[in-house]
């Protein structure tokens, strides 16, 4: 359990939680450009305020709009509800 370690024991004491709010990770690379690794944030998820790492900026909130199951923006049919989200990215060159 992640609350049984020294870490959980410190948050505790401290009267914080280790909840994170929802997010997706991701790693982006393009020719000429440096590796970016970082996380979205779901819109109205809990925690936003108080994430257990500090990771939550405003400038990576992001909407997830719920659709019913049909085409997907890429042209897969869906058979169950799903979720999208929209978010531009920008990578810096590369020094050399
Ligand atoms: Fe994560």
Do not use: Q, W
């Not at 809990?46 to 019913?68: C, M, Q, T, W």
């Not at 085409?71 to 978010?87: I, N, S």
Request: proline share 11%.
């Amino acid at each position: 359990m992640p609350g049984d370690g020294p870490v959980g024991r410190m948050l505790d004491k401290m009267g914080r939680h280790l909840n994170r709010p929802g997010h997706m990770h991701m790693m982006l690379n393009a020719p000429g450009h440096e590796r970016l690794v970082t996380h979205i944030f779901v819109k109205d998820s809990p925690y936003l305020d108080s994430d257990a790492v500090f990771g939550v900026r405003n400038s990576l909130i992001v909407e997830f709009p719920k659709h019913p199951p049909g085409k997907a923006p890429d042209g897969r049919e869906m058979k169950k509800p799903y979720y999208t989200a929209k978010y531009d990215f920008r990578l810096v060159p590369s020094a050399r």
